[in-house]
């Protein structure tokens, strides 16, 4: 079982940075790949980014490549979404989820989902 909750969400000007957070509890935290995903009004839930459960391996969206960098530190059970750039097609409310592969997880694969974390870009 693993739990996660995200952090840093808020109002920011276009132009701007934010740094999400995804706090992970749970023993085998470190065995599963990580992953981003937002939703904005409207629309589906999309795949953002992703990184593999020894940070080796990453993947995003073309929407956000060269502009969003997603890491992971397994000694404080924490993913987190640095987010340059920002424009205000990247509202939404993000969600952090867990699968076991990596694969699995780009391909939109979600075996668990935070509760989410509002971004709101102002233009």
């Known amino acids: 079982q693993v739990q996660l909750v995200e952090s840093g969400g808020g109002l920011v000007q276009a132009g701007g940075s934010l740094r999400l957070f995804c706090a992970a509890s749970g023993r085998t935290f470190g065995s599963y790949a990580m992953g981003w995903f937002r939703q904005a009004p409207g629309k589906e839930r999309e795949f953002v980014a992703a990184?593999?459960?020894?940070?080796?391996?990453?993947y995003y969206a073309d929407s956000v490549k060269g502009r969003f960098t997603i890491s992971r530190d397994s000694a404080k059970n924490t993913v987190y979404l640095e987010m340059n750039s920002l424009k205000s097609e990247d509202t939404a409310v993000y969600y952090c989820a867990a699968h076991i592969d990596f694969m699995e997880l780009v391909r939109s694969a979600v075996r668990y989902w935070g509760q989410g974390t509002q971004v709101t870009v102002s233009s």
């Open positions: 990184i593999s459960w020894s940070g080796g391996s990453l």
